[in-house]
Structure formats: C-alpha cells, structure tokens
C-alpha cells in the first residue's frame, strides 16, 4: 500500500476521466472501474489515479469476474489522464490515520493481497498499457501483467520508502525476478522516479510509444495474444509463475505434463495443419 503525495505527481483526481456512457454492449462501469469487452478482449480501466477501498474493491470485482469469464481471451489494464496508477489515495489514508483507525495498514493484508493474487492468477495474457504515472502498488499492479506497453515520458518509482513504509504487492518479488536483486534493492531504498525509457532499458516495460498511442500499440497486443493459442498461453503462464524456484526437474515434468494436456487441443491441431498447408492458423481458444 502507498503511492506518492499528490503534489509531486501533480495529478488531478477527477481529471483524465472517461465521461459517464451507459451500460450494455459489453461494457460495465463502477465509480471507481470500467470494463468493455470487445474480440476476445477485456478491457480494464482505472478511473482515479489513487487506490481507496471503493477501487480495490471495484478492481477485484471485476479481474474475479474476468477470470470467470471463458470468453475472455485476453486483458487489458490501463489507466486514464496522466496517470496509469499512483499507488493508495494518501488523502484517504491520512484520514484514516487521523479518526483512529486501529490498523490502517491492515488493507494490504484485506485488499492489496487479494488484488494482487487475483491478477497473478488470470490464465489469459495480461497486457498493460501505463499511459502516466506509476509508482508504489500501481507498479506493483503493472508488473502483475505480462506485457507492459508505456507512454514516452512515463514517470515511475517504487515510492514506498519515501513515506516511510516497506514495500507490499509483491513489488519487490517482481523487481528481484525483471530487474535482479541489486538493483531491486536500489530502486526500493532509493525511490527516486524514473522514466519508462529508462523502464524498458531495464526490462521492466516491453514498448515505449507515444502516449497518444499507448492504448491502440496495447490493445493491439492484446487482441493479437486473443486470437491466438489461448491453451498454449495458459500453459506458459503456469510454467513461468514458478519458473524461477523450481528445480530443474521439477520445470521438466511440469512442462512435460502441460504439454501433453495442450498438445490434445483443437488449437494445436489446426496450428500443426495449417502449417503443413502453408496457410495461417485459425485459433477458436480451445
């Protein structure tokens, strides 16, 4: 749980928000969160810069229900004006501390902790679009995802010890994994913000665009990794959540029986004719 303060991100809370549209055609909308389906793609978007109870609430709610979702083929995460997310609303926060709130922190066991394991848990590609800032558990969020696609000029920074708190949202697991243990420590003891050039010269974004084509480079890797192996993917992502720790066996059998459950797909079938045909695949997700 944190954030920076406000005034060094200079954010508008209610500035960059989409204007209200009405429900139905594969769109549903919360205070806080929007999510529009379209080609396999759901589409997640935060509407505030700072996370509160309502949009980690709201956020949850709807990765559960993604999740749930077989039509759902790939995510999209994004943010909305200059900011993709800044991490806890500090106003909130404060508040909190000042009416006596008996563990104010206790949200990152209750609401950071669930959010976190809900998206680390989505068997679909995850693409993230940070079109602005990003810092302490809004990094955290973002590199929950598979494939990070940044705006030019994007500020990061882990924030976290700059108001005097250790890290959560499994920050610094992710750093150690993309970034080394090294320089992992630097970033977390030292959380001065840095650019998301500076992001993808580390590995921690994948594409650095213009920030008015950050959403369509994004949605188009996402609609992309929708049309595609969707069971293959899913085998992936299982190997890679413990690619890391596994011993060397372990990996193999895993992969071992992964493979034999994918290579029953109807995917894998088409792909392996289609290539004896010398035409291109037509994937269906099954």
């Known amino acids: 749980m944190t954030g920076t303060e406000r005034d060094k991100v200079a954010l508008d809370d209610g500035g960059g928000r989409r204007p209200p549209t009405e429900p139905g055609g594969g769109t549903t909308m919360s205070e806080t ?97 940070v079109n602005g800032a990003c810092a302490g558990a809004g990094l955290g969020i973002a590199l929950a995802g598979d494939i990070r696609v940044a705006a030019a000029g994007a500020k990061f920074t882990t924030a976290f010890t700059g108001i005097g708190l250790s890290s959560d949202s499994a920050l610094a697991a992710r750093l150690v994994h993309t970034v080394g243990g090294s320089r992992a420590a630097e970033l977390l003891l030292f959380p001065e913000p840095f650019l998301a050039e500076k992001a993808a010269e580390w590995g921690l974004v994948h594409r650095v665009v213009a920030a008015e084509q950050v959403l369509a480079e994004a949605r188009g890797l996402a609609e992309r990794l929708a049309a595609g192996p969707t069971a293959a993917y899913r085998a992936v992502k299982t190997v890679l959540a413990t690619a890391a720790t596994d011993s060397l066996a372990d990996t193999l059998a895993l992969e071992g029986r992964l493979q034999a459950e994918v290579g029953q797909s109807a995917d894998h079938r088409e792909a392996v004719e289609a290539f004896l045909a010398k035409r291109p695949p037509v994937f269906t997700g099954r």
């Open 33 to 129: 969160v929007t999510r529009e389906d379209a080609g396999g793609v759901a589409t997640l978007t935060l509407l505030r810069p700072g996370l509160t109870h309502d949009s980690r609430r709201d956020l949850l709610a709807a990765v559960q229900a993604v999740a749930a979702d077989e039509s759902v083929r790939a995510v999209l995460l994004t943010g909305t004006g200059r900011a993709f997310c800044v991490g806890q609303d500090l106003g909130e926060h404060l508040a909190e501390m000042q009416g006596g709130a008996p563990a104010p922190l206790s949200v990152v066991e209750h609401e950071y902790n669930p959010l976190v394991l809900a998206l680390a848990a989505l068997r679909v590609p995850v693409v993230v679009a």
